[in-house]
């Protein structure tokens, strides 16, 4: 469930101070929680921000501090900040004493459109991205649209990426709209948008697979890059997106509009050809593989779909994308 932005303190006041326990990073303690005056008198436990924070060493440090602060089966876990946040707070959630409440409030645009919705847990292992995970559904999601003031462009741009990778899926006719930086109206939509799939498909057995698009060759990008050059979950996305076009006969103004947004707004990959058969790899070992078939969700003019491709196809596409626009200095 969605809460309406308006009703996010009210809800907060509900929660019973003594039963409930915030997990948020140390930027969102800084520019974000003040923001939040109902979420005052809550204990939190408090973690490095990023990526790198998603691993088992931090569940371990965070089931730790639940123990410590008395968490019991009936308390409440708030997850406050992005991706990172709302995805660890789910896990922890989901595994700690068998299963507690969680409600998440997500800070980050990528969170409040994606993320935090939908109950996909997980954390990254040194043999791939989101190996290690539950699904959980959240109590609540709340959130506050103005918090996003203090977010870098870089984020923003991140969660555009998502948000429209679930228009162009799940509303193929109204893609054009969406257009950077989205209005509080568009946010909404995109997260209420990715909610009614989700409760048609919650297990992703059918369709909620679509808004993998992108995934399958940006989670080896994400794996690959994001502790070498820093690159960002959104960015990744993004290039695995275009990646993924040229797997088959996109349509062209999907295309060219996307070709042109990415080389626009998202830093280079650092890809080079000797990286391939690392990709290559790394995409075996998804969780979208199955018995050995690369899978990818992908916009067709005709509805999207998923679709096995075979290792070649991937290749030849990564290829492609090479020669138009990572060769060049
Ligand atoms: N569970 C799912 O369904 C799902 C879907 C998409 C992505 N994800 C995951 O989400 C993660 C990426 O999330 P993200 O892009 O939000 O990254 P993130 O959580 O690292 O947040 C981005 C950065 O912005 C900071 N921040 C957050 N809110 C802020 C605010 N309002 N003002 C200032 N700074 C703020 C954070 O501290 C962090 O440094 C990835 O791990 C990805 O796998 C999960």
Redesign the pocket.
């Known amino acids: 469930m969605i809460t309406r932005a308006s009703e996010t303190d009210e809800y907060i006041q509900t929660l019973d101070a003594n039963r409930t326990v915030i997990l948020t990073?140390?930027?969102?303690e800084q520019?974000?929680l003040p923001k939040f005056a109902a979420l005052s008198p809550f204990r939190r436990i408090c973690i490095a921000?990023?990526?790198a924070s998603?691993c088992q060493e931090t569940v371990n440090t965070i089931l730790h501090q639940m123990h410590q602060l008395g968490m019991d089966r009936n308390s409440i876990l708030i997850g406050l900040?992005?991706?990172?946040?709302?995805?660890l707070a789910?896990y922890c959630a989901s595994i700690y004493m068998r299963g507690i409440k969680v409600i998440h409030i997500?800070?980050?645009l990528?969170?409040m459109v994606?993320?935090a919705?939908?109950g996909?847990?997980?954390i990254?292992t040194a043999w791939g991205?989101?190996m290690v995970g539950t699904f959980h559904q959240p109590e609540a999601v709340l959130y506050k649209p103005e918090?996003?003031?203090?977010?870098?462009e870089r984020?923003l741009k991140?969660?555009f990426v998502?948000a429209w990778k679930t228009f162009v899926m799940c509303k193929p006719n109204e893609w054009r709209e969406l257009t950077f930086p989205l209005s509080e109206a568009q946010i909404a939509d995109v997260a209420q948008t990715k909610l009614k799939l989700v409760e048609e498909d919650f297990r992703e057995q059918n369709k909620r697979a679509w808004l993998n698009f992108g995934h399958t060759i940006g989670h080896a990008f994400e794996h690959l890059y994001h502790q070498s050059h820093h690159l960002?979950?959104?960015e990744a996305i993004a290039w695995g997106m275009l990646a993924e076009m040229y797997l088959f006969d996109a349509n062209q103004d999907l295309l060219l509009f996307w070709e042109n947004w990415v080389v626009n707004n998202i830093p280079k990959l650092p890809y080079t050809p000797l990286d391939k058969e690392r990709i290559l790899h790394l995409m075996q070992a998804d969780k979208k593989s199955k018995d050995g078939t690369l899978h990818f969700a992908l916009p067709y003019e005709s509805g999207s779909a998923v679709v096995p491709q075979n290792v070649e196809s991937v290749s030849s596409s990564l290829d492609r994308m090479w020669k138009k626009h990572l060769s060049k200095a």
């Not at 900040?81 to 995805?87: A, I, P």
Request: charged share 15%; hydrophobic share 30%.
């Open positions: 990073d140390h930027n969102v520019l974000v921000a990023g990526e998603k900040g992005g991706g990172v946040v709302t995805d789910g997500p800070t980050s990528l969170a994606d993320a919705i939908g996909k847990t997980g990254n991205k989101n918090v996003l003031n203090t977010l870098p984020h991140c969660g998502e960002l979950h959104g």
